[in-house]
Nanobody, 125 residues
């Protein structure tokens, strides 16, 4: 089982940037797609971005496309989410998760396990 710990959240103003990190440990990190999800108060947890096990493929929700960039460093077992041009609607708890299946590249919420505790991102207008 992999364990993940997110960090890097905070309170920023609209238009600012933040970089989230997700440190993973446990099972072999480099063969699993990793993803970021977020959950705003009163809303369902939603997909934000994913990076394939090799790092060659990245996938984004339409709401963040062009503003967020997901990447990974397999040597350091770490996934990043660079968030630029933040908007108040980006306010949420951001979660990192590992895919349940090796070498699989999908991003349905149910495909992922090993959820972290999340990191709060608050964007003021």
């Amino acid at each position: 089982q992999v364990q993940v710990v997110e960090s890097g959240g905070g309170l920023v103003q609209a238009g600012d940037s933040l970089r989230l990190s997700c440190a993973a440990s446990g099972r072999t990190f480099s063969i699993y797609t990793m993803a970021w999800f977020r959950q705003a108060p009163g809303k369902e947890r939603e997909f934000v971005a994913a990076v394939s096990w090799s790092g060659a493929g990245t996938y984004y929700a339409d709401a963040v496309k062009g503003r967020f960039t997901v990447s990974r460093d397999n040597a350091k077992n770490t996934v990043f989410l660079q968030m630029n041009s933040l908007k108040p609607e980006d306010t949420a708890v951001y979660y990192c998760a590992a895919h349940k299946l090796r070498y699989s590249v999908t991003w349905e919420k149910t495909d992922f396990g090993s959820w972290g505790q999340g990191t709060q991102v608050t964007v003021s207008s």
